[in-house]
Structures are given as C-alpha cells and as structure tokens.
C-alpha cells in the first residue's frame, strides 16, 4: 500500500473520532469517549471503501496484463520441456528412473 493512502486513513479515523466526540458532547463526557473510537473507525473505514473503490479500475487493467505476462512465460516453458521431452519442475516418476535403470 502507498503510503500516502496510509495517512488518509490515518486522517480519516483522527478526524472522524474527534468529530464525533465532539457530536456526542452534549450527553456528557463518558458518552463522548465511548463513542469516538467508534466513530473513527467507521470514518476509516468509509475511507478505506473508497479509496480501494477509486483504485479497483487502474489495478484491474494492470493484472490482467500481470496474468497475461504470466500465461505467456509458463507457455514458453512448457513448451521448452515438450521440446526436450523432459518435465523441468517436477521429478520422474518411479516407475520411469526404474525403467532407465533396466534399459
């Protein structure tokens, strides 16, 4: 996460919490403490929705390019190995390196 998304939570949660004590005042002191955690986190959160739904765009398009690039190269690779008739990750089978071993 950027940073600077960082301190809009960070100032979206300060601002919402003083807010709302600042709403709650008038039933007292106690009421007003209780309740700006509450509202600070509501107001983060409404924050983080935005935020994520403001960037959901932009980072669609760039996976989707990511993933291509992906399917492009283990294509590659999987064609090399059918090529060589060998399978690069994974280990042979134990029926085939006793087979080798006979032959």
Known sequence: MEAHRVFVLIAAALGGGIA??????GHGMLWASLAAPLGGSTAALGAACFLAARRGHAASANLDAQTDMMVATLRD???QATERGTSPDLPAEPAAREA???A
């Open 20 to 25: 709302t004590a600042a709403l709650m005042q």
């Open 77 to 79: 690779v999987a064609a």
């Open 100 to 102: 080798r071993r006979i």
